[in-house]
């Protein structure tokens, strides 16, 4: 299981919870991250209109307007104008959030072996996670 895989899975388990929880996509955004949301669905989907994000997300055209905008400014995020349909605007990752995300990058069976304390038992974790990824993942879901 690779590092992007498994925070998928992570997602996923959280959008599951989320289903007992009745808030809008703007509510469920106070009590988040929703800087962190944005940025992982944009590095997970590079160059994507702000309307695919919004239909990802479920966050409003305006609240992902103004996100983007404002990691724009912190350098994290770069816009730009979509060559097909210049009134469309192209968000992508940085290089310097690139460079923050491989400073901090830590290899899952890493993580697993040191939380567990056992390399066999992770990666026995890891294996039934991959299996959970393909029971409760779309199909076609594993790439960017």
Do not use: C, W, Y
């Amino acid at each position: 299981m690779d590092a992007q895989r498994l925070h998928r899975l992570g997602k996923r388990l959280i959008e599951l919870s989320r289903q007992h929880v009745k808030l809008d996509a703007d509510e469920r955004a106070i009590g988040a991250s929703t800087e962190g949301l944005l940025l992982e669905d944009v590095l997970l989907h590079p160059d994507s209109t702000i309307s695919n994000i919004v239909e990802r997300t479920g966050f409003s055209q305006g609240h992902v307007s103004a996100r983007v905008a404002r990691l724009a400014d912190q350098g994290l995020l770069s816009t730009l104008p979509d060559a097909a349909d210049r009134r469309r605007t192209l968000v992508r990752a940085t290089p310097t959030l690139q460079r923050a995300i491989d400073r901090r990058h830590r290899v899952p069976r890493e993580v697993f072996t040191e939380t567990l304390a056992d390399p066999g038992t992770a990666d026995r974790v890891l294996a039934l996670l991959d299996e959970l990824a393909d029971l409760l993942l779309p199909a076609g879901s594993d790439g960017p």
